[in-house]
């Protein structure tokens, strides 16, 4: 499968937040991995699924992929 263009609205903070939720990471995790509050990676992945019009983690991650 070839990778989706991700809107350009997303920052780029948001897509490497997306791409590392496509790893299967918690919050937590993402927040070491990006020396981030967790408090910040949920308003993140809040801003995220906004923008691509999805609900949850899964939807936000099949967009990734065609």
Do not use: F, W
């Not at 809107?7 to 939720?21: A, G």
């Not at 020396?35 to 992945?45: A, L, M, P, S």
């Amino acid at each position: 499968m070839k990778p989706k263009r991700l809107p350009h609205e997303l920052t780029n903070k948001e897509r490497e937040i997306l791409n590392t939720l496509s790893t299967g990471k918690y919050y937590k995790e993402i927040g070491v991995e990006h020396n981030i509050t967790i408090d910040t990676v949920k308003k993140h992945c809040k801003n995220i699924y906004r923008k691509l019009g999805v609900r949850n983690r899964k939807q936000a991650v099949l967009t990734l992929v065609d």
